[in-house]
């Protein structure tokens, strides 16, 4: 099963046209939480099935009995992949400045699918300049 969290914070400037789902998956299998009737909309207009729109965030709970099944192995897995010392504790935390990591390509990819060129360009600077 597909779940997608991307809720409202998917309808900011920079981001509309970006997220918009796009994919067979996106629109026919994945399942979709959404805040409000307004993400509901959003979503259905671009081509989600409403039958996969729920409104309600997906409970913490869920997240974490899931980590906390297989949490070693898991933690073993992205120490070897990431370079990570898996002997101390980690502190993940959601990226929302992550136009400071972009590229020039990056940024120029938001622009070509529909993003404002200008609102881009002044919250992005290319990564390593």
């Not at 959003?42 to 409970?59: D, M, Q």
Request: charged letters at 25%; glycine letters at 6%.
């Amino acid at each position: 099963m597909y779940v997608y969290l991307n809720w409202e914070q998917v309808l900011s400037p920079l981001n509309v046209e970006y997220r918009r789902p796009r994919d067979p998956t996106s629109k026919e299998i994945a399942k979709h939480f959404a805040w409000g009737e307004d993400f509901v909309q959003f979503l259905v207009e671009s081509g989600v099935r409403s039958e996969n729109v729920f409104i309600g965030k997906l409970p913490l709970a869920v997240l974490q009995q899931k980590a906390a099944r297989n949490r070693d192995e898991l933690k073993r897995r992205m120490a070897a992949r990431f370079g990570l010392d898996p002997h101390v504790r980690w502190l993940f935390f959601p990226m929302t400045c992550h136009f400071a990591f972009f590229s020039e390509y990056h940024m120029r990819s938001r622009i070509v699918i529909g993003s404002d060129e200008q609102t881009v360009m002044t919250h992005g600077v290319p990564y390593g300049r």
